[in-house]
């Protein structure tokens, strides 16, 4: 009798069925959106199987990559190999690396970021081979099972924490972080129960609910599954805690989270055990920093490069110097149009707040920072202004010390706002990005300067020396952020998504 030889297409379709028989209970619809699902991720693999031996022969020469390094590239490369090899219809944030890295997209592989995209590639599997058992698929699972299983959580409340760990990824500004998650979570099918969000933002949305819901026995528990109902993958991106208000309920917060099935993927410029360090009250955070470090991995990414400095400069968006304001409004006006008259204008924020605009006109927003920066004014206000405008005129940004650390932290929380929005800044300032925050050290910086500085009762030995650890440590983002928002690449995409 011959043997019976089957194309390895063939092979997948007939897995393809046997599973569906399996699943005889789901709907048509769900049926066909896995079918579109099964077949958009054979395309991607075989698109590239193709890349593999090219891509990691090129690790090995650019870039004068380590032999400890060319053996890491190896060793993934063996993994994605046999992984192939066993599952012809693979796909996920490794994947898709290689081939955006073999069309020229980004720069040819860094090491440590292969590093961070296994633990995403080992996640993503887990969670493709765990959908059900994780309620991921928004279409397999019925607004009236939700409902039951509410009701009955009213009653008997039981936990439902998720066979499946998360990710903590962690490391030093421009690594490329956020790219990663962001690969990570467009891999994964829209019909899944899945978030991306900034951690501002998610902390805003949070509060926002507690207010609605003041006066229940525990509105955290309520807001936690409120949360859960709409993404059990919940991708925070800049996880950082300053906030006393955010850190005493981040961990009564997340233990209802992760007793709803929540899986968290985050990125963060800080090992959690660093997290709120120095903070007030810090001892009643620390039970969070446990649990987080219990319900995810923990990675850190290495890499020395800052990708968001590997941008070509531009000129003509960022002027130094005093007394500045003529020319500022005059570019302003020419990014408004020469005969649109800009007028005072209002914002609505969180909460039935409004802030007030000074001039604003065809998604341009005119600000002298101290209106913006030396208010009461914080990350909600922010949020609400670039829901509005996709430009800011900002004049007067001054160098940062002692004397104006407030600001310094509200100007920091701006840039990380106007980049998760991908906003436009056009300002006057004092000096170079590098040169405002200067003065901005750490403890251990200022111990390094000198053994004197670090004393806070010291700290007029250096003249204007602001030690300060959260600012210290935000302000090399904050630098990396201003370079990338001035360079070529970042206006010019700023420029196609507005249709400027």
Avoid at 147 to 169: A, D, E, I, N
Avoid at 269 to 282: F, I
Avoid at 287 to 300: D, M, Q, T, Y
Avoid at 380 to 389: T, V
Wanted: hydrophobic residues 40%; aromatic residues 8%.
């Amino acid at each position: 009798m011959r043997p019976i030889v089957r194309s390895s297409s063939s092979l997948s379709r007939i897995r393809w069925a046997l599973r569906n028989q399996e699943r005889h209970s789901s709907t048509f619809c769900s049926k066909s959106r896995k079918l579109l699902i099964c077949a958009n991720e054979k395309e991607a693999l075989v698109n590239t199987n193709t890349y593999n031996s090219t891509l990691f022969s090129r690790l090995s020469f650019s870039r004068g990559l380590s032999a400890e390094a060319v053996e890491a590239a190896d060793a993934v490369r063996l993994t994605v190999s046999s992984s192939s090899s066993a599952d012809v219809n693979r796909t996920g944030p490794l994947v898709e690396y290689e081939r955006r890295i073999s069309d020229g997209d980004l720069m040819t592989g860094d090491v440590c970021q292969l590093g961070a995209l296994k633990e995403l590639q080992r996640l993503h599997d887990e969670l493709v081979e765990s959908v059900d058992t994780c309620r991921l698929d928004r279409y397999n699972t019925s607004d009236k099972s939700s409902r039951s299983r509410w009701f009955w959580s009213r009653l008997m409340p039981q936990s439902s924490v998720s066979p499946v760990k998360g990710l903590y990824l962690y490391g030093g500004v421009g690594t490329g972080k956020t790219m990663l998650m962001d690969l990570f979570f467009d891999q994964l099918p829209c019909t899944w129960k899945k978030q991306r969000i900034h951690f501002h933002d998610f902390m805003l949305t949070v509060h926002s609910r507690l207010q609605k819901h003041k006066g229940l026995s525990d509105p955290l528990e309520v807001v936690a599954q409120e949360i859960a109902h709409d993404a059990i993958l919940l991708c925070l991106d800049e996880f950082m805690v300053t906030d006393v208000a955010d850190a005493l309920i981040l961990n009564r917060l997340f233990g209802h989270l992760f007793s709803n099935g929540i899986i968290l993927v985050a990125t963060s410029n800080r090992n959690p055990d660093k997290l709120y360090e120095g903070g007030l009250q810090r001892d009643l955070f620390l039970p969070f920093i446990a649990s987080l470090k219990e319900r995810n991995v923990v990675h850190e990414i290495g890499s020395s490069v800052d990708y968001r400095k590997l941008t070509s400069a531009e000129q003509g968006f960022y002027f130094i110097g005093k007394d500045l304001s003529t020319l500022l409004k005059q570019k302003f006006q020419e990014l408004i149009g020469g005969n649109v008259v800009a007028r005072p204008q209002e914002v609505e924020v969180v909460m039935g707040r409004k802030l007030q605009v000074p001039l604003g006109a065809n998604g341009c927003a005119y600000f002298p920072f101290e209106e913006l920066c030396d208010r009461p004014l914080g990350a909600a206000d922010y949020f609400g202004l670039f829901k509005k405008f996709h430009t800011l005129a900002l004049e007067g940004v001054p160098v940062f010390g002692l004397h104006n650390r407030t600001a310094a932290y509200r100007f920091v929380t701006l840039v990380d706002v106007m980049y998760e929005n991908r906003a436009r800044l056009l300002c006057t300032a004092e000096a170079t990005p590098q040169e405002l925050l200067e003065k901005i050290v750490t403890i251990s910086d200022a111990k390094a300067m000198s053994p004197r500085t670090s004393s806070r009762s010291r700290k007029n030995d250096v003249s204007e020396l602001c030690v300060d650890n959260e600012l210290g440590f935000a302000k090399d983002r904050t630098i990396s952020r201003l370079t990338e928002m001035n360079s070529k690449e970042y206006l010019e995409q700023h420029a196609i998504t507005h249709n400027l």
